[in-house]
């Protein structure tokens, strides 16, 4: 009955019509490598760029400043999905099984996050007209809150890289819009600008990067232009809906730790945390870059090749576990070296808490492997259901343990998270395939798992 109603919609334009692509001549395993290597190039411009601008605050502002700076950062994420209710993911889930739907779906995304980004800004004022912040704070958060307009649309003409595995585009968008930033930032601190200033350092880089974004995907896809269409609006809106509830769960699964830290300690203890957290980014790089490089061959395999989509997913797992660790090993013994050659002496005493981070970062690189396959093979919803548990999860024990331990608290509230989902996806996967095998009877046996919840065999 699904299957038939789901047809007729189709058939009456409501929803994509989605129909798998030609095979593509290179193997499955070195097109998710290229997309990594690709994803990486560019993400890992913006993460040096980041690093390098968060030392600089940290060192040319203080460790008050610095906190200040990353708290406002937290706060404006917590209000990012608003802003676009998770329709990248998507437009690059359907345009990889489709592309010729890009054009209609770039133009109903960019229409949908206009309206919606709007009404984000105006949610974002009304609520930092009742906080007790100081005005240097509140201004940096509104300037950061506009500045997320124009970056929201960028994310959606990389959503169309993605969906056509041109990943490589993205390396330009990068480049120019860290260049501008870091450049902007040393205009700031050279000037003797406040802290406030840095909210028009972002602003100014996102709109190089729309800029950029927008005439790649004019010169290489399709063109670029708002699409009012009501019919897709309501595709987009309701089959949105667990991808836009996962990124409002999402900042308190994640950075939910900063808010509690400045609520529970003061911005000093902020500013040594995010100096922790800065540190164990690159573990969140290659998670980042791993998870969004397997999503397109994964959501097109999800259609046209069961097998492929299960031997995907475990061969990631299976070569990424051993370097991971070794990784981590390494990162744990020179906390103490690395905190003091970057930050200077003032933030060693964050040193055990990024201990505790890198390991809690591993763990999350491997639930957001399996996020991605449950998101490309149409089962979004479970990853709202498991990302709301994480949420509460971090947001009790970051209660209780922060209270306890300060930072060292937050960093393990977080690593105990990310345990939890990994025991939480394993036991409930296996579970819930087996209740649906029992119900379906003999008629539904010969479904393939990737039918039903998709499980990482552990590399069995």
């Keep these: 009955m699904k299957a038939e109603l789901g047809a007729r919609e189709a058939a009456a334009g409501l929803l994509p019509v989605v129909v798998p692509g030609p095979p593509h001549l290179a193997a499955p395993l070195a097109r998710i490598a290229k997309n990594f290597v690709s994803l990486a190039a560019a993400s890992g411009v913006v993460a040096v760029g980041a690093f390098i601008l968060n030392v600089l605050v940290a060192r040319s502002f203080g460790l008050a ?21 998770g329709v990248g993911f998507l437009i690059i889930r359907d345009v990889a099984r489709d592309k010729s739907l ?10 949908m996050s206009l309206v919606l980004g709007l009404l984000a800004l105006v949610l974002i004022a009304l609520v930092v007209a009742f906080i007790s912040y100081s005005p240097s704070t509140k201004m940096l958060i509104l300037l950061l809150a506009i500045a997320q307009l124009p970056y929201t649309l960028t994310l959606l003409g990389q959503a169309i890289f993605r969906a056509f595995e ?39 880089a996102s709109l190089v990067t729309l800029v950029v974004a927008l005439v790649l995907v004019r010169i290489f896809f399709t063109k670029v232009k708002a699409v009012w269409d009501l019919r897709y609006f309501r595709y987009l809106g309701f089959t949105s809906i667990p991808f836009a509830l996962n990124g409002i769960v999402l900042p308190v699964y994640f950075r939910i730790d900063v808010i509690l830290v400045a609520a529970l300690r003061d911005e000093a203890a902020v500013g040594l945390y995010s100096a922790a957290v800065t540190l164990a980014a690159p573990l969140s790089f290659i998670a ?62 964050a040193a055990t808490a990024f201990q ?44 209780w343990l922060i209270s306890a331990f300060g930072i060292v608290g937050a960093a393990i509230a977080f690593l105990v998270t990310q345990a939890i989902i990994l025991l939480v996806t394993r036991a409930a996967g296996t579970a819930f395939n087996a209740t649906l095998r029992v119900v379906r009877g003999p008629r539904g046996g010969d479904r393939n798992v990737a039918e039903e919840l998709p499980a990482i065999s552990m590399g069995k």
């Design 166 to 204: 041109r990943m490589e585009l993205e390396m330009v968008v990068s480049a120019l819009g860290t260049a501008a930033t870091l450049l902007l930032l040393l205009v700031v601190l050279r000037s003797g600008g406040g802290v406030a200033s840095l909210g028009l350092v972002h602003l100014a």
């Design 356 to 399: 505790v981070l890198v390991w809690a970062s591993i763990i999350s690189y491997f639930n957001g492997l399996f996020f991605r396959a449950l998101e490309a093979s149409n089962r979004q919803v479970y990853v709202t259901v498991i990302l709301g548990v994480g949420a509460v999860a971090n947001l009790l024990l970051g209660l």
């Design 288 to 349: 980042d870059n791993a998870a969004n490089a397997i999503f397109p061959p994964l959501a097109s395999a999800f259609v046209s090749s069961k097998r492929s989509y299960h031997m995907l997913l475990t061969t990631v797992w299976k070569w990424s576990l051993p370097l991971l660790v070794c990784l981590g090993i390494v990162m744990t013994l020179l906390a103490r070296t690395v905190l003091l050659r970057v930050f200077g002496s003032t933030y060693i005493e």
């Design 65 to 85: 400043e610095f906190g200040q700076y990353r708290f406002a950062l937290a706060f404006v994420a917590l209000f990012h999905t608003l802003y676009h209710l």
């Design 102 to 111: 890009a054009a209609r779906a770039l133009g109903a995304g960019i229409a």
